[in-house]
């Protein structure tokens, strides 16, 4: 059974101030995404899953249809705030989705195969599809999943500060925890730093981040779903409360229930953090379009 790409794109972008998802950076207008889905597309997934916001959808599926359609199976689900709350509802005040975790849940009547998922405004690499094709088909089960693992210096913004998970891997290479960094960035002495309450730190340059890159086994949304209630009896009044990957992927660990297994990759990853990434992202693309890794007009030479 081939595995499916899932695809994060129900997020407000507030920082950069737009619909970022559906910004144009390739040269022939195409979006981050496209370059996911055909290196999932080469590397040899099946289906692809857009968990979108619902009020979104019709603009969505007119931008990916014609481009996708009789290349690779497509859903579309909504990330809804009152759905799989169990005995919760939505409280009044609560406006901003419920976190990534959640978001999965969105899609869970249409995965019924070992599945990867992804941010929507990411740039990951070929190489890192490739790795995590492999690892679904010949690897996964249902205590064994895999993290793509990113060296930290590999991941930066020149515009600013970054938010990242730096990963704690053991001698078999499996995770055992993600550390939540808020602030790092490369200060005027060269050296990678992160800021916290205790001040300034100092980051290896090669530590392995997570890029919310993912590889689960069909079994991890009902993991999800019974944690996502246990996380609401004690968050259901913050109205900031996030139910984040991290989260579940933490409790998987430590109580015994399986492995996530950290599969490196040497990609270049970049992204749109803040709007003055922008030009460096098309910059980026224009290069690996140049060396030939990509065709000028993707889904016109893949057709």
Request: net charge negative; with cysteine; proline share 4%.
């Amino acid at each position: 059974m081939q595995p499916t790409l899932v695809i994060l794109a129900a997020g407000m972008a507030s920082r950069y101030g737009s619909m970022k998802q559906i910004q144009s950076f390739g040269p022939s207008g195409e979006t981050i995404m496209d370059y996911s889905i055909f290196d999932a597309i080469r590397a040899g997934f099946g289906k692809i899953v857009f968990i979108i916001r619902e009020d979104f959808a019709e603009d969505f599926k007119n931008i990916f249809e014609p481009k996708l359609n009789g290349k690779i199976k497509t859903e579309y689900v909504f990330q809804r705030l009152e759905d799989h709350l169990g005995r919760h509802s939505v409280p009044a005040e609560r406006k901003k989705p419920w976190g990534t975790a959640h978001a999965i849940l969105a899609a869970k009547n249409v995965l019924t195969e070992p599945f990867a998922v992804i941010n929507a405004d990411d740039f990951y690499g070929s190489e890192a599809f490739k790795k995590a094709y492999d690892f679904l088909v010949n690897e996964c089960n249902d205590q064994t999943y895999c993290i793509v693992g990113y060296q930290l210096n590999r991941t930066l913004s020149d515009n600013g500060s970054v938010s990242r998970g730096v990963c704690e891997v053991d001698e078999k290479g499996n995770l055992v925890s993600i550390n939540e960094r808020t602030k790092i960035y490369r200060n005027q002495a060269g050296v990678i730093t992160y800021e916290d309450e205790g001040g300034l730190h100092e980051v290896s340059e090669n530590s392995v981040v997570s890029m919310n890159f993912w590889g689960f086994a069909p079994n991890v949304l009902g993991v999800i779903e019974s944690q996502f209630h246990e996380y609401l009896d004690g968050n259901i009044t913050d109205p900031k409360a996030e139910f984040f990957i991290p989260i579940v992927a933490d409790k998987f660990i430590k109580s015994g229930m399986g492995v996530i297994k950290v599969i490196p990759t040497l990609s270049k990853w970049f992204g749109v953090t803040y709007k003055e990434d922008a030009p460096s992202v098309q910059a980026s693309l224009d290069g690996l379009v140049d060396a030939g890794e990509y065709p000028t007009n993707l889904w016109a030479d893949n057709s």
